[in-house]
C-alpha cells in the first residue's frame, strides 16, 4: 500500500523548515510498511500548475492520501483535491496542523471565546457552512485529541472524525533521569511572544533579582527567534548566568535535553494551542510541564499530577506556581514519575492500531 503526504514541504533552508510533523508521520508510514512520498502545497514558493501537478501526482501515486494542512490552507485547497479525487476516489485524510479549519474563525476572538468554543462548545452564533460541507466528503478527519474530536464533530456535524494522538517515534525511555538541575526550567519552542516567552524570562528575572546564588532558577531557552528589534532587545537584555539561551536543537536531541531540567516551562498566550510537541517530548522524557490554561491543556496535563497550569495570561500567577513548584525536591520527583506514565500514550508503539485503521479504513487486528 502507498500513501501520499500533501502538505507544506519546504525545499530548501531560505524558504523556512518544513514541520516537524509531517516527517514523523512519514517515518512512521514507513515503519509500518506502507510506501511513501512528500507532495509539496508550499503556495508562496511554488507557481500554481506545480501546485495543480503535485496534487495530481499524489492522487496518482498513494493508495491513500493525506493531507498535512494548517487553517488557510484547508479552505484553499481540500476543495481542490476534492474535485481532482472524483474520478479517482482514493481515500483522503485530513490531519491538520492545530486546530486547522477552525483556526481562521477563531483568530484574533477573544480568549474567553476560544475557550467557550473548543472546551464547552458554545459556537456563539458562529457558523461554517461551506467548510462543513466539505469537510463531510472527507473520509477521515484527524484531531489531535477527544476536546478537539468533539469540537470537530458538533461544529461541523461530521460523524468521521477520528482521535490520533500527537505521537513521537522516540524509543521507549526505561528509566526516569533524577540526576536533573535543582532550581531548572527548559522552554523549547520557536522563541516568539506569542509563546509567553518574554514573561517567563521577566518572571524568573524578578524571583532571582532577591535570591542568593543558590537559590536562583535557572533557565535555559532552545528555538529559532521570531522576534521583532523592540522584543528582541528586551530578550537580549534580560538575558544572565542564570537565563540562557541556547538556540535552536536538532528534533533527536529534544528529549535527552529535556531529561536534565526539573520542569519544562511552556506560558503560551495562544488560547487556541492544540497538543504542542514540546509538552508530548516533556511527558516522553519524564519531565513534568508548567503551563498556561490555553482551552485544550487539560486534554495533555493533569494540575497537580504531570504538571502545574496557571492562568493564562497571568503575570503574577505565573510567578507563584513556578515558585511553588520548584521549593520541595520529593514533590518534583513524583511529578516526573507521573509525566513518564503519561508520556507513553505518546510513543508510536502504542499508536500503531490507530495509524492502521485512519490509513486503511478498517479496524487494524
Not at 456563539?124 to 469540537?151: F, P, W, Y
Not at 492562568?311 to 520541595?328: E, Q, R, S, T
Request: proline share 4%; charged share 25%; net charge positive.
Amino acid at each position: 500500500m502507498r500513501i501520499s503526504i500533501i502538505g507544506p514541504i519546504k525545499q530548501n533552508a531560505k524558504e523556512g523548515k518544513t514541520n516537524p510533523k509531517i516527517f514523523i508521520y512519514q517515518s512512521a508510514f514507513e515503519k509500518l510498511g506502507y510506501e511513501t512520498k512528500l507532495f509539496s502545497t508550499s503556495l508562496s514558493k511554488i507557481k500554481v500548475f506545480k501546485l495543480l501537478s503535485n496534487i495530481k501526482q499524489a492522487l496518482r501515486y498513494g493508495d491513500s492520501i493525506v493531507l498535512m494542512l494548517g487553517g488557510n490552507a484547508c479552505r484553499k485547497l481540500l476543495k481542490l483535491i476534492l474535485f481532482f479525487n472524483k474520478k479517482r476516489k482514493k481515500r483522503l485524510i485530513l490531519c491538520p496542523f492545530g486546530t486547522g479549519p477552525l483556526n481562521p474563525i477563531l483568530s484574533g476572538k477573544s480568549p474567553e471565546l476560544v475557550n467557550d468554543f473548543i472546551m464547552e462548545r458554545n459556537f456563539h452564533g458562529i457558523k461554517d457552512e461551506r467548510m462543513k460541507k466539505t469537510l463531510s466528503k472527507i473520509d477521515c478527519v484527524v484531531a489531535q485529541n477527544d476536546i478537539l474530536k468533539r469540537c470537530f464533530v458538533e461544529f461541523y456535524e461530521l460523524n468521521n472524525v477520528k482521535v490520533l494522538p500527537n505521537f513521537r517515534m522516540h524509543s521507549e525511555m526505561k528509566e526516569i533521569s533524577k540526576n536533573y538541575k535543582e532550581r531548572s526550567i527548559v522552554f523549547i519552542s520557536r522563541v516568539v511572544k506569542e509563546k509567553g516567552i518574554l514573561d517567563l524570562i521577566k518572571v524568573v528575572s524578578e524571583i532571582n533579582s532577591d535570591k542568593k546564588d543558590e537559590e536562583k532558577i535557572h533557565l535555559c531557552i532552545y528555538g529559532e527567534k521570531h522576534l521583532n528589534s523592540e522584543e528582541d532587545a528586551l530578550f537580549n537584555s534580560l538575558l544572565s548566568d542564570t537565563i540562557k539561551y541556547y538556540g535552536p536543537i536538532p528534533n533527536e536531541l529534544v528529549p535527552q535535553t529535556i531529561s536534565n531540567y526539573a520542569f519544562s516551562c511552556l506560558p503560551t498566550k495562544h488560547n487556541g494551542e492544540g497538543t504542542p510537541g514540546f509538552i508530548v517530548e516533556s511527558l516522553i522524557a519524564g519531565v513534568p510541564v508548567i503551563a498556561s490554561s490555553y482551552s485544550q491543556v487539560s486534554s495533555i496535563l493533569t494540575d497537580g499530577y504531570d504538571g502545574i497550569i496557571f492562568k493564562l495570561g497571568d503575570y503574577n500567577d505565573l510567578k507563584a506556581k513556578l515558585c511553588n513548584a520548584l521549593a520541595d525536591k520529593l514533590v518534583i520527583d513524583q511529578y516526573h514519575k507521573n509525566a513518564f506514565e503519561s508520556g507513553q500514550k505518546y510513543l508510536f508503539e502504542n499508536n500503531k492500531n490507530i495509524i492502521k485503521e485512519i490509513i486503511e479504513g478498517k479496524k487494524a487486528l
